[in-house]
């Protein structure tokens, strides 16, 4: 009975996925018996990568401080926005003395653009430095914040930013360690021997009445289909975090 082989765009899954998924479908034929489904020499050749595999799957281990980079720029982005918010709350509704160091605080925030979380993370990280080397070349600056009471936010949105300055320089020196053309070269060595290995069950379902392709097909399916949903997960969270970034940075402009 002739059977179809869901596919899939490697390049999507994360080398953590890819490596899981090659080893779930090596481990499916196994249990099957590749060698009664006509299939020794190309199972052979796909497990014989599991080695160069494993480097891939271990470069995405030493590299736990991604997450870390994602929350300590979601709090300089809360940050700044709260320091725009309030200045603009202190233009509204302060005293002449204290307008002035809203003015001043304003003036600033103006010279380095307030939409600073919209950046990414290296162009915000600049644009922040730029502007804290402002606020110290300038002592009314630092003067205007303590005046409103708001050194601390200008002092914790530093610390922040010298704080990822640091975990982003670690991570790419953590990549620099390992072999990323290896990575890539590997992935796409395996890539073509996946689908030649779908090409073949679905090829060899039809030459072969005999042999019962539907258990090894259906379960690579449901493989295939899994990392699918995974991948569709994650593209939907990454539209809400850029859809509330967004959405935060506008409320902060508006206030």
């Known amino acids: 009975m002739p059977v179809s082989i869901t596919r899939i765009i490697f390049k999507s899954l994360w080398n953590g996925e890819y490596v899981l998924l090659v080893n779930r479908i090596i481990k ?4 099957l018996d590749p060698t009664d489904l006509h299939f020794p020499n190309s199972f052979a050749r796909l497990k014989a990568m599991k080695p160069e595999l494993a480097k891939i799957k271990k470069q995405k281990k030493i590299s736990p401080i991604t997450a870390e980079l994602r929350t300590l720029d979601e709090r300089r982005d809360a940050l700044f926005q709260s320091i725009v918010a309030l200045v603009k709350s202190h233009l509204k509704v302060d005293t002449a003395a204290d307008l002035e160091a809203a003015k001043t605080l304003g003036h600033l925030l103006g010279n380095h653009k307030r ?11 600049q644009r922040l430095i730029d502007l804290f080397a402002e606020y110290d070349a300038q002592p009314q600056c630092s003067q205007a914040a303590q005046k409103l009471n708001m050194s601390t936010y200008f002092e914790q949105l530093r610390q922040t930013n010298n704080t990822f300055g640091d975990k982003f320089l670690e991570r790419n020196m953590q990549k620099s360690q390992t072999d990323k053309s290896n990575a890539v070269a590997t992935r796409q060595k395996t890539d073509i021997m996946l689908t030649s290995l779908f090409d073949g069950i679905e090829f060899l379902s039809r030459e072969h009445e005999d042999k019962d392709y539907s258990v090894l097909a259906s379960r690579i399916n449901e493989l295939v289909a899994n990392e699918k949903a995974a991948i569709q997960e994650r593209e939907g969270r990454r539209k ?3 859809e509330r970034k967004s959405r935060q940075s506008k409320q902060s402009t508006e206030q």
């Open 240 to 242: 809400k975090r850029k």
């Open 28 to 31: 499916t034929m196994e249990d």
């Open 115 to 125: 939409n600073v979380p919209k950046m990414g993370y290296m162009p915000e990280s």
